[in-house]
DNA sequence: CTGTTTTCTTATCTTTTGTTAACGTTTTGT
DNA sequence: ACAAAACGTTAACAAAAGATAAGAAAACAG
C-alpha cells in the first residue's frame, strides 16, 4: 500500500520531467510536494484578484485563461495536455493577478504550491536542481511569449488566424471561436469574417 | 594595477545583482567572465540569421529590436539602461535569431556569453546561485512578456499608447515616432492620428 | 554652411475592423 | 424532452487602420 501511495505521480513522473530529469532518491522528494486536483467543466483553478498560490501541470483537459475588461472576458491563453498553467506573473510576484484560469473541459492537474517550490529551491539535495527547473520554466515561457508578441507586431489578424491554424489545426477543434477571437486580438465578428474570406479563395 | 583591472566591473555589480547578491568571492568568479562592449549609434549588437552568443547588460545608451517583414525594419521592442538585452530566444535555444539589435544612441553594455552561462551554470562555487540568477532572469522576462500579449488582446492602440505616454513619457523622448508605432504594432501613419486625436480632446 | 536624409504630419482612398442586432443552429441544464 | 443559453454567421453602418503620396521641419553628414 505504501508503495502505491509513493507511486501515485510515478505515471507522469516523465511529464514532469520534461525539464529536468530526477534521479529516483530526488523524484521520491520532489513528488511528496505534489498534489493533484481535478477540474470540472467551467470551473476555475484560479481566479482573477487573489495571488495565486499553485501552478499546474496538465495532465489532461483543456484551460483558458482570461481577463475581465469592460464586464466582458476576453480570453488570453489556452493550455492544453502537457503544458505547465498557472497565473504565472500573480505566482511569482506574489501580488493578485487579473488572469483567471477556467477548465473548458474536465481536467485533470498536477499542482505545485509556492511554499512548495520555495522549499525545494533552498532543499539542501534538490535546490540546485530545482533553481535549473524553474530557470528552464521561466526561460521556455519566455520564448513562448517572444514569439507571440512578434505576431502581433508583424502579422495581420489574418496571418495570425492562418498561422494557428498550421500549428494547431486539431488543438482548436474543441474551442469556441470566440475564444480564439480574443486569442488573435480581434472580435467574434471579425474572425468570422476572415474565415469566410479565406474559404473563398478565388473566384474572379 | 592588478586591483584595477579586478575591479572594471566593479561600478556596474549592483547593477548586476539585481537579480541575485553575490559574495566578494563568487563576484571575484563572475566578473572574470564578464566582458565590455561599445556601439556606436547605428550599429549591431547582434544581427538576425545568427545564433546569438551575448546577453547584454546595458549601462547607458538606447538599443531597439527590429525583425524584417517584406524588406521592412519592424520595431518590436527597446533596451534602456540597467536592461538585459539579448536575442533571447536564440541565445536559448541555439537556433538562429530573426530579431537584430541595434544601438539608437552611443552605448555601453557588459557582455556575458552562452559559453561562459554554462559554465558558471556548472560551477562547483557558482552554479547553485547562477542557477538562481538565471532563473529570476527568464521569470522576470516572462512576466514583462505577459503584460505585453495582455496589452495586445485587451487594449485598443489608443489605449497602448496612452499606457506608454503613462509609464514611459520621459523614456520614449528619444525615440523615433516610428518605431513606436511599430512596437504598438500600428503603422506611423496611424500613429500620427491617434496622437491628434488624443490632443484636440474636446471641442464639440 | 549646405545639401541630403530622416522624421512627422496631412490628405485621399481603400480595406479592415468594431458595433449592434438579427437569425438559425447547437449545446446545455434540468 | 424541452426551454434556455451559448454559438457562429451575416448584415448594415460607423470608426479605425492600412497604403500611398506629398510636403514641411528637423537631424545629419560632409
Redesign the interface.
Known sequence: MGTLIDNKFGLYRQQLEAFVVFTDEEWQIFQSYLRFKNLRKKEHFFPAGKVCNDIGFMVSGLVRYF?V?DGNE?T??FGFANDMVSS??SF??RQPG??TLEALEETELITLSYAAMQDL?KHPKL??KM??F??????Y???C??????S???QSPEERYLQLLQYGKNIIQNIPQHYIA??L?ITPVSLSRIRKRIMEPVVK
Open positions: 481577463v475588461k476576453i488570453n491563453y504565472y506573473k511569482l510576484t487579473i488572469v529551491y535546490g540546485y533553481e535549473r524553474g530557470r528552464l520554466m521561466g526561460e515561457l519566455a520564448c511569449y517572444e514569439d507571440r508578441v512578434l502581433f507586431v508583424t480574443n486569442f486580438g
